[in-house]
């Protein structure tokens, strides 16, 4: 059985911010943004990657708010997280 994990996706004037609840661990939302920052991941096209400027992680277990910094769409980071092998 797959963990419940809730995932909020909300455009912002300056990107997109992710909201992680439920049986989520902090540090996998880091394990999952040092993949995409080095590469290691095939969530998203190289496209978009380049278009992210920051990630910042803020939160605790069970409640981890991922800040994505530049011009994306809410789409692509919700087809990204989609593809998540991490969570």
């Keep these: 059985m797959k963990n419940f994990i809730k995932k909020d996706v909300?455009?912002?004037s300056i990107g997109v911010n992710i909201s992680f609840?439920?049986?989520i661990k902090?540090?996998?939302i880091e394990q999952m943004v040092q993949n995409c920052s080095t590469g290691a991941c095939e969530c998203m096209?190289?496209?978009?990657?380049?278009k992210i400027e920051?990630?910042?992680i803020n939160g605790?277990?069970?409640d981890v708010e991922l800040s994505l910094t530049g011009d994306i769409t809410k789409e692509e980071i919700e087809e990204?997280?989609?593809?998540?092998t991490i969570i």
């Design 60 to 62: 605790k277990d069970g």
């Design 21 to 23: 609840s439920g049986e």
């Design 54 to 56: 920051n990630m910042e």
């Design 45 to 50: 096209s190289d496209t978009t990657k380049k």
């Design 80 to 84: 990204a997280l989609a593809k998540s």
């Design 10 to 12: 909300n455009r912002t």
């Design 26 to 28: 902090k540090q996998n």
